[in-house]
């Protein structure tokens, strides 16, 4: 008990030391002048922490797979780039309309989340990946948010780098608001709620935890930033179509990359969409595109049958028998 | 005051289909007392937890908890009220520490607080109290079956009960770990001032810890009386072992 105690207080002195010489190493780097590449590549690894952190609100820490996630950033890159639009704002004013983006995905999540959240397993997935589809299939058919033909957005009047620079920024603070969050829910009485619903839902309730509330919160709250980050991207592309912003390859990214890191803790999202975007853009770069696939594809069937519970929890409960 | 029942319930109707679960059933249990729930297997005596605990809500009837009616409230309002369960087959979060689990219920139960970091330090405590400090540390999966019960008891304890529904803690233990479980109830009773129903098979034990017993039979209360009295009862003897030893 009382090494218990005292190994965390010093592990959370380590990350008090480390974190804030990360973030700001992070925030410096496009200023080192690095190829273009590069600051892209970082913002996409960025995107992919902030898109799968928010997912395990919801989905690694209530059990709940939601397989529909990306609709929420197709909802925020979308109600962005119509605040743009319809108000006629420049790039930097049209970025302030993110937040309220976030809001809008966070309230269709609450009334999506109303009916679907009361399904379990793998009817909740399905559901949530249905509903993915229909919110992709809607925005084509809606000839005012522009249909199959996408909407433009203003560009700003910068020069490349620049341009990517502010993106990479505006991505890396909020990717460091979404892991703080994550990471501040995990510790809380909230988080405890949600974990007990994860493990045994009926038995949660006769602990007196308000698993319906619970969850919705949860739910409204992982919607948020990806709504944001959609927001984001909107602007950082100039150009939204359904295929892209609403692309499910990206809904099941986000859940394999919590997974691949370990969905119960606030840090196996990010170490997962690192790890992955790392791996995924390395493959591509330096094999051939095929092979590239196959080898992606057989790292994950490694990870799912060897590592259930992600590769942290893996090496740490080695490490754990080993102390034993 | 203290002489006014915590929980009653009246004429509770509940079936399953065509099976009637539990018919015109009528309870009541006071602070400080431990009522036990006895009868054969399929008598309804689950079903009744799940009534109380809202997990299952009655056909007709009527439940109330310190006088407001909680019949078709939901679990978790009931359980943050103060009424607290433990489930017959054994429902650990698997995935969780023993502190953990017991903390949860700390923080959610009546009077329930926010941080943490406290909810740990009172759960520690509640696993003294039930025996198990030694493993607070530990995953349920590693727990033996006389442990896990107590993780039940713990945990239901953590939630800072008025009422709490033991169901079928001895089950499955042997006579010495039934002695120390019915030294825990006594214990519980004395330090938390709860009333107590609980659901056993282990004649033992409802003899010794009991202040009163109700027997049921298909759903129907045969008796409500003292151990002694409900042991002796003819028609429990003839729901237990057949008319011929009812006799006389």
């Known amino acids: ?324 | 005051m203290s002489l006014s029942a915590t929980l009653t319930g009246h004429d509770i109707d509940k079936s399953f289909g065509g099976l009637k679960a539990l018919s015109k059933f009528s309870f009541e249990v006071k602070a400080g007392e431990i009522l036990g729930l006895i009868g054969p297997n399929g008598s309804g005596k689950t079903t009744l937890f799940n009534l109380i605990s809202g997990l299952f809500h009655p056909d007709s009837g009527k439940i109330e908890f310190e006088g407001a009616n909680i019949t078709h409230e939901s679990p978790h309002l009931i359980a943050s009220l103060g009424v607290a369960r433990t489930f017959q087959i054994v429902r650990p979060l698997r995935d969780l520490d023993l502190i953990e689990n017991v903390a949860i219920a700390v923080v959610y139960g009546r009077n329930g607080i926010s941080q943490m970091q406290v909810a740990r330090a009172k759960a520690f405590e509640i696993l003294e109290f039930t025996g198990l400090s030694h493993r607070a540390r530990r995953y349920p999966g590693e727990l033996a079956l006389e442990d896990l019960k107590r993780l039940e008891v713990a945990r239901a304890l953590a939630s800072n009960p008025k009422v709490l529904l033991l169901d079928e803690v001895f089950a499955g233990l042997n006579p010495k770990e039934i002695s120390t479980a019915i030294e825990l109830v006594y214990k519980i009773k004395e330090t938390y001032r709860v009333a107590i129903i609980m659901i056993e098979h282990v004649m033992k034990a409802i003899m010794t810890a009991c202040s009163r017993v109700i027997a049921l039979h298909h759903g129907v209360k045969l008796c409500d009386a003292s151990p002694m009295d409900v042991a002796n009862h003819p028609e429990v003897i003839r729901a237990y072992l057949g008319a011929g030893y009812a006799g006389n």
Request: with cysteine; proline share 4%.
């Open chain 1, 1 to 324: 008990m009382k090494s218990d105690q005292f190994s965390s207080t010093n592990s959370n002195r380590l990350y008090q030391m480390i974190i804030p010489i990360v973030l700001v190493g992070l925030a410096l780097f496009p200023f080192s002048e690095p190829p273009v590449y590069f600051i892209s590549f970082v913002f996409w690894i960025f995107l992919y922490v902030c898109l799968s952190s928010s997912w395990n609100l919801i989905g690694g820490y209530a059990g709940y797979l939601s397989f529909g996630h990306v609709a929420f950033f197709g909802i925020g890159a979308y109600a962005t780039a119509m605040f743009g639009k319809i108000f006629s704002l420049s790039v930097s004013l049209t970025l302030l309309g993110t937040i309220p983006a976030g809001l809008i995905a966070s309230l269709i999540a609450i009334i999506v989340g109303y009916p679907c959240l009361r399904l379990r397993g793998p009817y909740f997935a399905v559901i949530t990946l249905c509903f993915a589809f229909v919110s992709q299939l809607t925005v084509k058919n809606l000839e005012i948010l522009g249909g199959a033909d996408g909407l433009w957005l203003k560009t700003m009047d910068v020069s490349v780098e620049i341009n990517r620079t502010i993106f990479y920024e505006l991505m890396l603070a909020l990717t460091s608001v979404t892991v703080l969050v994550s990471f501040l829910v995990g510790r809380s009485k909230f988080g405890a709620g949600l974990r007990a619903i994860k493990e045994d839902e009926e038995v949660a309730q006769t602990m007196a935890v308000n698993a319906p509330r619970l969850k919705i919160t949860a739910f409204a709250l992982s919607a948020f930033f990806p709504g944001v980050a959609g927001g984001i991207y909107a602007c950082y592309l100039s150009y939204i179509h359904p295929d892209v912003v609403f692309d499910v390859n990206m809904s099941i990214l986000q859940v394999l990359m919590a997974l691949f890191g370990g969905a119960s803790s606030w840090i196996g999202p990010v170490v997962g969409a690192v790890s992955l975007t790392v791996v995924n853009e390395g493959l591509s770069t330096f094999v051939k595109a095929e092979l590239a696939r196959i080898i992606y594809g057989c790292l994950f069937i490694v990870v799912i049958v060897f590592m259930p519970n992600g590769i942290l929890e893996f090496f740490s409960r080695r490490t754990k028998r080993i102390d034993n």
